[in-house]
């Protein structure tokens, strides 16, 4: 056996070539002589018995006689005998498996729960600071006018509420950034975030000018003719948080491309800057000058302004331009509707059912009602915690579906331990909102008819918390995978089967227990649909190709 060996002092890193795991990296240069850097190569003729190996650093060039090195691997001349012949290409990324936020072959499921914690614990804070901003705003105006604290709740809702239509561009833009650094594509990368601020600019724009010409109406249609002082105080709040829709979409948009970049901490901390910022406005704005619901507005209105462009200055620490726009085509435009589709058909249809269960709620009476809106507010508030392992799933599938490192069997181990996160976390959530409506339910209501009814759904509320994070875990596995007809046929089916539920029930005198049951299947039939989906030999874990196929048919398009 003749065996020829290029060497050197620094180590292997093999790169995965289809069948043979071969694979290697050349410089072309103008001389003879050129400049091959190889990380693994080996090639084996039966006929001639010969072994030839290659071992190069990949950050060191060894000059290397490559015609002399072409002419030993081609010297196995018979079909037979011959081995898959080894792609040379004039760029192939090393890919360090150590590298910031990718998960190794030799990973344990402990440390990649560790990575997971690691990214989407930050992640955690920013579904907190929005509802926590509501929060300080409510204390601090609830300390001087009862008629502003009054306006300040339709006032929330219509600018809150709202934005939830343009979530859209969050999910898109995630998904889009994450598969074009899964293909390793810079220029690619740039281009998705240009023509998305733009997109997120436009949006917000035309939101600026519906709240100038339609917010009176709004919120007079929520409130009421008959209070016109709600009305007026209420809309001066909406005024003048609606000048900031354009940087507030703009920077969601920023957000979202920063956790596509599997980067939480950044995001994290300019929604921490904003929430001091409003904190601290409000209590000068309102306590000191007396401005009222306007000086929270105006508190909110700049922290929101000042989030957007640190997270756009964040992009540029990145190596991307954050100020740059691009007017997207009519198929780029096509592409996002194709990601955004289902994800408005998905927060529709549980807004729809959450507010079919009040509209039942409602209707058995007073103290019922004031139940389930603890209840319902105690699983909303918990419910988030579960939110970022969406995210997880969105920022870190993509390169292990349709990447240059593409793995299934990694991709596989990645949902297993984002599983295990979430089935932990919700016997957490679920545990910590049973024992506070037991334990302490005087924090929200002092009459004991409203206790006795809280006390009726506590094991409903403990199933919803418990499988809720791991909904999230699959829903965002789903949208990674860009299974989108899928996500949007069975939410609407569910939703449809869960409505009938939820008036079966009503109308057998089930009473808000009844109801709470209807929730409960609504959540495990997500999780049941979801987690089957992904679980079939021709899903998108398991079936070779049908994730690339997908791919390159949107990116076609």
């Given at each position: ?8 002092k ?12 071969l ?48 002419s ?5 001349t018979?079909?037979?005998e011959?081995?898959e ?14 590298a ?26 920013l ?19 009862s008629?502003e ?55 917000g ?6 709240t ?27 005024q ?32 921490a ?5 409003n ?78 269960l ?22 909303c ?58 334990f ?12 006795q ?25 789903l ?8 996500i ?29 049951f ?13 987690l ?8 998108i ?17």
């Amino acid at each position: 056996m003749h065996l020829e060996t290029l060497t050197c002092k620094s180590h292997i890193i093999p790169i995965e070539i289809p069948k043979f795991n071969l694979n290697f990296h050349v410089d072309f240069s103008s001389t003879r002589r050129r400049t091959c850097r190889v990380t693994s190569l080996t090639r084996i003729c039966n006929h001639r018995k010969r072994i030839i190996t290659a071992c190069v650093n990949h950050s060191q060039e060894i000059p290397v006689n490559l015609e002399n090195l072409h002419s030993n691997l081609n010297s196995c001349t018979s079909a037979e005998e011959q081995v898959e012949a080894v792609t040379v290409r004039e760029e192939i990324p090393v890919v360090d498996s150590n590298a910031k936020g990718e998960f190794s072959g030799n990973e344990s499921i402990w440390a990649q729960v560790v990575e997971i914690v690691k990214f989407s614990g930050p992640a955690v804070g920013l579904w907190l600071c929005g509802p926590l901003m509501s929060l300080i705003d409510t204390a601090v105006i609830g300390q001087g006018s009862s008629i502003e604290l009054a306006a300040l709740g339709p006032g929330t809702v219509f600018c809150d509420n709202t934005s939830y239509v343009f979530m859209f561009l969050s999910i898109a833009t995630s998904n889009l950034v994450a598969t074009a650094l899964a293909k390793q594509d810079k220029d690619e990368v740039q281009h998705q975030i240009s023509i998305l601020l733009f997109i997120g600019l436009a949006c917000g724009i035309l939101m600026f000018i519906f709240t100038r010409l339609f917010g009176t109406w709004g919120i007079t249609a929520f409130t009421g003719a008959n209070n016109m002082e709600i009305v007026n105080a209420a809309n001066t709040y909406v005024q003048i948080r609606g000048l900031a829709w354009p940087a507030m979409l703009v920077g969601w948009v920023a957000q979202s491309a920063s956790l596509g970049m599997k980067d939480s901490w950044g995001p994290l901390k300019a929604l921490a800057v904003a929430t001091a910022i409003n904190g601290i406005g409000d209590i000068a704005l309102c306590r000191f000058f007396g401005y009222g619901i306007a000086g929270a507005a105006w508190a909110t209105m700049v922290s929101q302004v000042v989030a957007a462009y640190m997270m756009i200055a964040a992009l540029s620490k990145k190596g991307y331009n954050g100020f740059a726009l691009s007017i997207p085509s009519f198929d780029e435009v096509l592409q996002i509707f194709t990601l955004a589709a289902p994800v408005f058909l998905t927060m529709m249809s549980k807004v729809a059912f959450y507010s079919l269960l009040v509209y039942y709620a409602t209707s058995m009476g007073t103290h019922t009602a004031a139940a389930h809106q603890v209840m319902l507010q105690l699983f909303c508030i918990f419910a988030v915690w579960g939110e970022p392992l969406s995210q997880t799933a969105q920022s870190f599938m993509p390169e292990l579906l349709y990447g240059v490192n593409r793995n299934l069997s990694k991709a596989r181990m990645l949902l297993k331990s984002l599983l295990i996160i979430g089935a932990s976390n919700g016997l957490i959530l679920g545990s910590a909102g049973v024992s506070i409506s037991w334990f302490f339910p005087q924090l929200f209501s002092s009459d004991p008819l409203v206790i006795q009814e809280m006390h009726k759904v506590l094991l409903q509320l403990f199933l919803t918390l418990w499988v809720s994070p791991c909904v999230h875990s699959l829903e965002g596995t789903l949208l990674a995978g860009r299974d989108l007809k899928f996500i949007s046929i069975s939410m609407t089916a569910i939703f449809g089967l869960a409505s009938l539920l939820v008036m079966l029930f009503s109308s057998k005198g089930f009473g808000l227990t009844g109801c709470w049951f209807a929730l409960v299947a609504f959540q495990w039939t997500r999780f049941l649909v979801a987690l089957r989906r992904l679980t079939l030999a021709d899903g998108i874990l398991y079936l070779e190709g049908s994730v690339h196929d997908e791919f390159h048919k949107l990116k076609a398009t």
